[in-house]
């Protein structure tokens, strides 16, 4: 099964998918079919380790998944990672341009 028959799946259910969890095995399975935004925030160099703020935007079938870490003070982030399911690209770009640009 992939990401979007899933998604399907559960938006016929009734479920509201747009921040659903992923189960960790179709997580990790399935690649994108395309990286529609990607913008990273790393300030100091290739080898540091700490966690930098992004965002981007993947296609899985005709869903769109953005997801990212705002920014804080300085070049790392605390922040938790955020992400939504849409099948809308204007407003998945949107949102992640939105993410980033904050702050």
Same mark, same amino acid.
Not at 24 to 30: R, S
Not at 79 to 97: C, I, N, S, Y
């Given at each position: 099964m992939t990401i979007s028959e899933w998604l399907d799946n559960r938006e016929s259910e009734g479920k509201d998918v747009s921040h659903i969890v992923l189960p960790?095995?179709?997580?990790? /399975? /399935?690649d994108p079919e395309e990286t529609i935004f990607f913008k990273e925030i790393r300030t100091c160099s290739i080898l540091c380790t700490g966690i930098h703020p992004f965002s981007t935007v993947e296609r899985f079938g005709y869903w769109y998944h953005c997801r990212g870490r705002d920014k804080e003070n300085g070049p790392h982030t605390t !922040?938790? !990672?955020?992400?939504?399911? @849409?099948?809308?690209? /204007?407003?998945?770009? =949107? @949102?992640? =341009?939105s993410h980033i640009e904050k702050g």
């Open positions: 960790d095995d179709l997580a990790n /399975e /399935e !922040q938790p !990672q955020w992400w939504m399911f @849409t099948k809308d690209k /204007e407003l998945a770009v =949107k @949102t992640a =341009k």
